[in-house]
């Protein structure tokens, strides 16, 4: 899945190598391969446009910083723009300052109002709110019923009765007064944004309910026609947030970009599973790295820059280049790559990492053992690891707690390593060897 | 110290692979075998019946009279040249057909332009459009297929809000119109009402439901709807099933048990059909491929055709995966299901 610019990321870091301020070519370069991420995140051609141009203006002579190559430098100004871009103040509703305050959920067919009704519901609820849900969706069969059943759930009321959407508001403002709701939650039919009568009808339902939120709900998984379904639900009821739903799939939903940049309003809340409490304000931090695919190579690169020694780095990359790593040194990296944190994540936060990888169960205990087994040969047997012989072995094995297997397979593996390393300093993308491949 | 992090990642590589191979003697390949196709033998596919249906065609026309072309501009400008590359490319990726799909049908027109010495846009693009209905024609098999004895079993699955349960309604009013006694498994168990909604349609069209509590097991669901069509002498079992993110896996495993269910049954299941939503983007093609993985899927139901969505994915699901569109959804109406017609879809695709 995040193939697009991570894949591509590590290519563009050898090619450009040039410091102090970015050039023009530094930008177009990454520029290209931002526009296809985007794209493959399924952000709208126009807006990849309007928004290429923007991170362009803002990366014009900006200063790279020490620790950043230039891709890298750019890829951070596109991260923030994205961030700023999806940001704003998320997980607040407004609120009327005569009670009740009406929230009325639209969108498309299946984007998920009726879920995101109740989970609203279950949030607002649960912060002391009174609230009342209210079934607008007559069209779906048995839409109602589902609400109906969420609302007991959450444990507030569900009111609908009639068949026209506009009196089920009208009853249902009256209802909210006999109770004394202090939140009217309005769960309208979904509807293809070109259907003219029933956008008519929306418009209707909206200027009986008088909405303080008028929220577009939006599937995670959109495509490209994100845009004119905001455009054409703005249009017809003037939208005053978003809540994005299914974001806890794979989908990259750079619908979440092409939505924000159409309608100017926060995403609010995002839906993060299918029971009634995955609902959570919405990351505009966590959706930038999403739409880009980057794992998260920024926390990387912070954490790197803790963890490891600027000096010993340089050392080992002189000996890299030279394809002279012996295992000394790799103990030493393990070690300080251990120091960043588990494994695990840090496999999860490199781009291009293949899938295999990506999913592997990392036992740490494992990385414990290797250690032990470098920590038993002598000097010079890190320094060269073909002095190895049978009765060292052995040794090595009883010293470090482990058997002679274990101690072949790390050797081996060391050995395919350098290997790989070679060819990286050669310039090459290292092969990986698979297991099972 | 731009390398940094070409170090990290070779040092938790390098250190990784070490933990794999001292790991790989103790760990079992998990992998299981892949799983069989349903056993040819036993099913016959019959051709769709006689009666007028709603063509695709006349499905789209509200939508193509409301939407201005995106290559309208093109087709009247004189010559091919960049600009007319950058068009088609954007038709193609507003129509979610996606990068790499469009990457590579581009360079394939390209290099038939130059062969026919195509010179005008209107050219260009009428030669995309051949290549699109050629890539779909071929001799894929789009027909729903049906069991010789005893009840024929199709399950629905797909993530959430892309139309299942709809898209099986309207199905069972097509089938019951043209003569089959309809079964309705309500699997979906887990969504609030979900079973009330196909029992709504169950009486609507005709078709007797099947149905458990709300939380049951749905595996229990699948399997007495088809001893319940068995014993009746019903001639066609669907089965609806909770929409699952394809990224879950136990949700993904309840599903593979769903379909061994479903083939344990006396029934014969045919067809194990995805619904994917016409707004989906890229992720459609993983949705598609998890899905496949699971419970091997014999073809896609492309639901809300009749918004401005184009659908493009669909062309990336058939060309990688190879799991053709059988059926495609129009509309609101029980009427509003047609078969997938490739002419008609790549006209849309470029209306």
Known sequence: ????????FDGIFTRLRSRGRLSERDIDEVAREIRIALLEADV????????????????????????????????????????????????????????????????????????????????????????????????RPAAVEQLRVLGERVGVPVYSEGRDPVKVVKGALREADRLDATVVIVDTAGRLQIDADLMDELRRVGKAAQPHDSLLVVDAMTGQEAVSVAEAFDD?????????TKIDGDARGGAALSVKEVVGKPILFAGTGEKLEDFEPFHPDRMASRILGMGDVLTLIEKAEEAFDREEVEEVEAKLRKGELTLEDFLQQMRQVRKMGPLQSLVGMLPGMPKELRDAEVDEGELGKVEAIICSMTPDERRQPSLINGSRRLRIARGSGTTTQDVNALLKQFKMVQQMMRQVARGKRPQLPLPGR | MSNVLVLVGIFVLAAFLIVLGLGLSRRAQRQGPAEDRPDATGIASTTPATRARPRLHDRLAKTRATLAGPLQALRIRGRVDGETWDDLEEALLLADVGVATTGRLLDELRANALQLAASEPAQVIELLKAQLVAELDGDTDRSLTRADAGPTVWMFVGVNGVGKTTAIAKLAQREAGDGHTVVLAAADTFRAAAAEQLAHWGDRVGAAVVRGQEGADPGSVVFDAISAAQARGADLVLVDTAGRVHTKVNLMNELEKLRRVAERGPGVLTEVLLVIDATTGQNGLAQARQFADAVDVTGVVLTKLDGSAKGGIVLAIEAELGIPVKVVGVGESADDVVPFDPVEFVGALFA
Not at chain 1, 70 to 86: D, N, Y
Not at chain 1, 102 to 125: F, I, P, W, Y
């Open chain 1, 236 to 244: 017809a009821v003037g939208l005053d947030g978003v809540i994005l």
């Open chain 1, 44 to 139: 709208n051609v126009a807006v990849v446009k309007s928004f290429i141009a923007r991170v362009k203006e803002r990366a014009q002579g900006a200063e790279v910083a020490k620790s950043l190559s230039p891709a890298q430098q750019v890829i951070k100004i596109v991260h923030e723009e994205l961030v700023t871009t999806l940001g704003g103040a998320t997980g607040k509703l407004t609120m009327s300052p005569k009670p009740p305050t009406v929230v009325m959920l639209a969108g498309l067919q299946g984007s998920g109002k009726t879920t995101a009704a109740g989970k609203l519901a279950r949030l607002l609820h649960s912060d002391g709110g009174r609230v009342l849900l209210v079934g607008a969706d007559l069209q």
């Open chain 1, 1 to 8: 899945m995040f193939e697009a610019l991570s894949d591509r």
